[in-house]
Structures are given as structure tokens and as C-alpha cells.
């Protein structure tokens, strides 16, 4: 006699609820994974947005070399305009000597690691570098030259402790407003005289990455170069 088999009264597969649980260790472990790549993609930006702020450094220098003074900002926005990321002079007389890098006229990098290219004049300059010079070394200058008493840049952190002295204050200060892409702390407002601004340990709420050019190294790789005194 011909016997039949019969199907076993549960169906073989994965339920609702299993699959649910596969989803969430599948979620978990990709949580894991991109976790450290996305530090390795900020660990990347921040080297390169720093050999970059070290190469403008060196620019400005040169710059300073070349024609005994330091370039003006740019403030340009419009990036189908020739002026775009290049030095509007004069700034030695002006009220707002802060701007934008001249990039165009160092001949350096337009963004930080963190930036987008302007597209149109509304842009709003993402990522573009922060560049602010003593108005007395935007004009020829010599060994007998003194910072601005407009000006008067300063450099400090969180609590107001001095990163620079009184009496050789920056020449010029730069700077990337770093992974959140805006200026913190007191790089956030302008101060047309008494200029301070803020060079501090990263965390959640700065992340700016500041550098200054003093008067004492300037006069140093003057001198060092043969162009001073």
C-alpha cells in the first residue's frame, strides 16, 4: 500500500521576529565598523588641513620676502569675479582688515579638508581659510616697524590666558574653522581694534585650528634671508 508523507505541522524559515533579530546585529556590527572609519576620515582632514595651514604659513613668509610686505584679505565672494581669492588692496588704511586667505596670490590651497568650492556668491564660503594681517605689515615694512595700535591682535584661549605677548603681538593670524565648518569661540566675532582670537584644545564646541606668524619670527627669516635689515 502506497504511504504518503506528511509535512511537519511547522514551516522551516526564519520568522518576523527572528529576522528582526538579525537585522539588529546586522545594524550593531555595521555600527561598529563605521565608527572607526569615520574617525580615520577626520584623523585624514585634520593632517591635511594642518600640512596645509603649514604651507600657508610658509607662503606668507615667502610672500613677505618677496615684496617687504604681507598681502591684504580677500573679500570677494563671487567666484566668477577675477578678484576671487585674490588680495584687495590697500587694507592699511580700512576699518575691516579681516577676510579670506588670498589663496590666488599665495598660490596655496582654496579650502581647508573639511570645505566646498564656491559655487555661486551665496555660497557662504564653507571651509574657505580665515586670514586677518596687522594693517602696519600690510605696507612696506623694516626692522624698526611696530605691530598696530588699532589693531592689536592677540591670541588666547577658552579662560583668557594669553598665547601671545603684549609686546610683540601676531602680525598675522589664519585659520581652518575645522570639521563644523564655522568660527568658535572668539574667532566668531569681529573686532576691528583690540582683535582677539581664540587657539584652544579641540572638543565638541571649538574646533578651530588657529596659526599666527609673531613679529620676532618674522623679523628672524627676514634677516635669515638677507631682505632685513
Same mark, same amino acid.
Given at each position: 500500500?502506497?504511504q504518503?508523507?506528511? @509535512?511537519?505541522?511547522?514551516?522551516y524559515?526564519?520568522? #518576523? =521576529?527572528?529576522?528582526a533579530?538579525? @537585522?539588529l546585529?546586522l *545594524?550593531?556590527?555595521?555600527?561598529?565598523?563605521l565608527t572607526? #572609519?569615520?574617525?580615520? =576620515?577626520?584623523?585624514?582632514?585634520?593632517?591635511?588641513?594642518?600640512? +596645509?595651514?603649514?604651507? =600657508?604659513?610658509?607662503?606668507?613668509?615667502?610672500?613677505a620676502?618677496? /615684496?617687504?610686505?604681507?598681502p591684504c584679505?580677500?573679500t570677494?565672494?563671487?567666484?566668477a569675479s !577675477?578678484?576671487?581669492?585674490?588680495? =584687495?588692496?590697500?587694507c592699511?588704511? *580700512?576699518?575691516?582688515?579681516? %577676510?579670506?586667505?588670498p589663496?590666488?596670490?599665495? &598660490?596655496?590651497?582654496?579650502i581647508?579638508? $573639511?570645505?566646498?568650492m564656491?559655487?555661486?556668491?551665496? &555660497? &557662504?564660503m564653507?571651509?574657505y581659510?580665515r586670514?586677518?594681517?596687522d594693517?602696519?605689515f600690510?605696507?612696506?615694512?623694516?626692522?624698526?616697524?611696530?605691530?598696530?595700535n588699532?589693531?592689536?591682535?592677540?591670541?588666547?584661549?577658552?579662560?583668557? /590666558?594669553? #598665547?601671545t605677548?603684549e609686546?610683540?603681538?601676531?602680525v598675522v593670524?589664519?585659520? +581652518?574653522?575645522?570639521k /563644523?565648518?564655522?568660527?568658535?569661540?572668539?574667532n566668531?566675532?569681529?573686532? %576691528?581694534?583690540? *582683535?582677539?582670537?581664540?587657539?584652544?584644545?579641540q572638543?565638541?564646541?571649538f574646533?578651530d585650528?588657529?596659526? $599666527?606668524i609673531?613679529?620676532? @619670527? #618674522?623679523?628672524?627669516?627676514?634677516? !635669515?634671508?638677507?631682505? @632685513?635689515?
Amino acid at each position: 500500500m502506497k504511504q504518503t508523507c506528511k @509535512l511537519p505541522s511547522r514551516a522551516y524559515g526564519f520568522t #518576523l =521576529i527572528e529576522m528582526a533579530v538579525v @537585522l539588529l546585529i546586522l *545594524g550593531v556590527m555595521l555600527g561598529w565598523l563605521l565608527t572607526p #572609519l569615520e574617525a580615520q =576620515i577626520d584623523q585624514r582632514r585634520l593632517q591635511e588641513t594642518r600640512a +596645509s595651514l603649514a604651507e =600657508i604659513k610658509e607662503a606668507l613668509i615667502g610672500f613677505a620676502m618677496i /615684496n617687504g610686505r604681507f598681502p591684504c584679505p580677500a573679500t570677494v565672494t563671487e567666484p566668477a569675479s !577675477a578678484d576671487f581669492g585674490v588680495e =584687495i588692496t590697500p587694507c592699511s588704511s *580700512g576699518a575691516t582688515s579681516e %577676510g579670506y586667505l588670498p589663496w590666488k596670490t599665495l &598660490g596655496v590651497s582654496e579650502i581647508d579638508a $573639511w570645505g566646498e568650492m564656491q559655487k555661486t556668491s551665496a &555660497g &557662504g564660503m564653507i571651509g574657505y581659510w580665515r586670514y586677518r594681517v596687522d594693517r602696519e605689515f600690510s605696507k612696506p615694512f623694516n626692522m624698526a616697524t611696530e605691530t598696530s595700535n588699532s589693531d592689536k591682535l592677540k591670541v588666547q584661549d577658552s579662560i583668557g /590666558n594669553s #598665547l601671545t605677548a603684549e609686546t610683540q603681538r601676531p602680525v598675522v593670524i589664519f585659520y +581652518s574653522t575645522g570639521k /563644523n565648518r564655522v568660527a568658535d569661540g572668539e574667532n566668531a566675532d569681529y573686532e %576691528g581694534t583690540n *582683535g582677539v582670537y581664540q587657539s584652544d584644545v579641540q572638543s565638541p564646541v571649538f574646533d578651530d585650528h588657529v596659526v $599666527w606668524i609673531s613679529r620676532p @619670527l #618674522l623679523m628672524s627669516r627676514m634677516v !635669515a634671508a638677507g631682505k @632685513l635689515p
